[in-house]
């Protein structure tokens, strides 16, 4: 079993930045993909950024709503997954979660991760 844990979240000013963080524990895997998704009020949870690594490297993929503003990072020495995010709009407003699947793969949906973390709320006033 692997366990997430996000932090980060927070109330910020459109214009701002944030940066999440999502600390695994529990079984490590060789490769791994680390996703963050997000849900807005009365709407479907979607994809915002993953990073997927094994030993001969890594790739890293963004939706086009977040990119050139949002940065996936990870740490692997630390098991964890960081999301920086700058130039904060409020559609950004939503809760963000961390998943992950023990597996080297670009996994934008959802249901293709097997593990979750209890997400964590982001605010962005205009």
């Known amino acids: 079993q692997v366990q997430l844990v996000e932090s980060g979240g927070g109330l910020v000013q459109a214009g701002g930045s944030l940066r999440l963080s999502c600390a695994a524990s529990?079984?490590?895997?060789?490769?791994?993909?680390m996703g963050w998704f997000r849900q807005a009020p009365g709407k479907d949870r979607e994809f915002v950024a993953l990073s997927a690594w094994t030993w001969t490297g890594g790739r890293t993929v963004y939706a086009d709503s977040v990119k050139g503003r949002f940065t996936i990072s990870r740490d692997n020495a630390k098991n964890t997954v960081y999301l920086e995010m700058n130039s904060l709009k409020f559609e950004d407003t939503a809760v963000y979660y961390c998943?992950?699947?023990?597996?080297?793969?670009?996994?934008?949906?959802?249901?293709?991760?097997?593990?979750w973390g209890q997400g964590t709320q982001v605010t962005v006033s205009s």
């Open positions: 998943a992950a699947k023990s597996e080297f793969t670009v996994a934008t949906r959802d249901y293709e991760y097997d593990y």
């Open positions: 529990g079984r490590t895997f060789s490769s791994s993909t």
